[in-house]
């Protein structure tokens, strides 16, 4: 979803949260009747609230000497979870993207690290492999992670696109696509739309905008 004002919406009339100086990330599951929803606190960050009861809830604090960040959270085919953010090494001011992944009642299986920092948005591909999207910390650039069911690493992809990438999709044809924000020479910023093959290689990137500061924050995949 565009917002112009660079704002992320809320979903599906839940609550976003400020959380005083958490360090941890936790991650709950609740019902609400005959609907289930995923409750996760950043560390630092923001909460999604909504109505129900806690099934279960759990902490994760890899590192007693660096702070977690949970940027997305998904569901997986066999009702496990799989999480993306960064990491933050206080002591030397360096990042890193982390994927955890859980089982379906929430409880530790691995945790990855990966160079670079966001890690703002994973999905499980069709193959049962992770896909993930961030970017890295020198230049900002994009990097896009393709790691196996294990979250070992099977490629890694960099694009010159300055700026921030946001979502990341598998299309019906097993490709890849993402967006985000790209920043402009006169210091306003445009969506871009990256699409890559199963592999990984680009097939085009597109950018869109105007004058101000045009982000697109999540995307879904047309019928057509």
């Known amino acids: 979803m565009i917002n112009s004002q660079g704002r992320r919406p809320g979903l599906a009339g839940g609550i976003i949260k400020k959380i005083r100086n958490l360090i941890n990330i936790q991650l709950a599951k609740t019902t609400n ?30 590192n007693i000497n660096c702070y977690d960040y949970a940027y997305s959270v998904r569901q997986c085919k066999d009702k496990s979870y799989i999480i993306s953010g960064e990491t933050y090494y206080e002591e030397n001011y360096n990042f890193n993207i982390l994927l955890i992944k859980t089982d379906s009642i929430g409880n530790l299986s691995w945790t990855k690290n990966f160079e670079g920092r966001y890690g703002n948005s994973v999905q499980q591909t069709y193959d049962n492999g992770f896909i993930i999207v961030g970017n890295y910390t020198y230049d900002n650039n994009l990097v896009i992670i393709k790691t196996d069911l294990n979250g070992l690493t099977e490629w890694t992809k960099t694009f010159k696109v300055k700026g921030v990438g946001y979502s990341i999709i598998q299309d019906n044809d097993s490709n890849y696509v993402i967006s985000g924000y790209t ?20 097939l085009y990137l597109k950018k869109y905008g105007d004058k101000g500061f045009d982000i697109a924050y999540d995307m879904k995949p047309t019928t057509d």
Do not use: A, P
């Not at 609230?49 to 902490?59: P, R």
């Not at 920043?183 to 680009?202: A, H, P, T």
């Open 33 to 62: 009747n005959m609907k289930k929803f995923t409750l996760f606190i950043i560390s630092i960050h923001f909460c999604f609230l909504v109505d129900g009861q806690i099934t279960f809830e759990k902490v994760f604090n890899h």
């Open 183 to 202: 920043e402009v020479s006169d210091g306003s910023r445009d969506v871009f739309l990256l699409k890559l093959k199963n592999n990984g290689d680009s």
